[in-house]
């Protein structure tokens, strides 16, 4: 049951893009560094804001390969998802923050295990169906 459970979550992170699994989580850029670390439940990003200022400013997404890198300190333009990490094109100059909307790891685990718990087999079927139907 645990690989069933694993194989499951992998699937419906892979194939589930679903509007309720995006959140957004402020981060602070550190001056010095053109990264930031992504959170643990990250899939996928949707977009970067800066929170420097009203109203806030839309960054760029582009490929960490093709990102230019300024040279100088400043406030970035640009973003990429590089590895387990956020960059950007510049290192900031400021503790600037952020915000990162990103699609969440769906934890099918979770969800299992509070059913088990509650040992409620109705409550644990419709779940499944739920998570099953959200995969497709």
């Not at 200022?53 to 590089?82: C, F, H, I, S």
């Not at 990490?85 to 915000?99: G, H, K, S």
């Not at 509070?114 to 998570?131: P, Q």
Request: hydrophobic residues 50%; glycine residues 4%.
């Amino acid at each position: 049951v645990p690989d069933f459970i694993l194989l499951a979550e992998s699937r419906i992170n892979r194939l589930a893009k679903v509007r309720g699994m995006n959140i957004d989580a402020a981060l602070v850029m550190t001056p010095g560094s053109r990264f930031v670390v992504l959170p643990a439940d990250f899939v996928a990003p949707s977009a970067v804001w800066l929170e420097a200022g009203q109203p806030r400013v839309k960054l760029t997404p582009l490929v960490a390969e093709q990102m230019p890198v300024a040279n100088n300190a400043g406030m970035p333009t640009y973003w990429a998802v590089d590895g387990s990490m956020l960059a950007f094109d510049c290192v900031p100059d400021q503790a600037y923050p952020i915000t990162l909307r990103y699609r969440v790891r769906f934890k099918f685990g979770t969800v299992v295990m509070e059913s088990v718990k509650r040992n409620s087999a109705h409550v644990f079927n419709e779940e499944l169906r739920k998570a099953i139907a959200t995969a497709r």
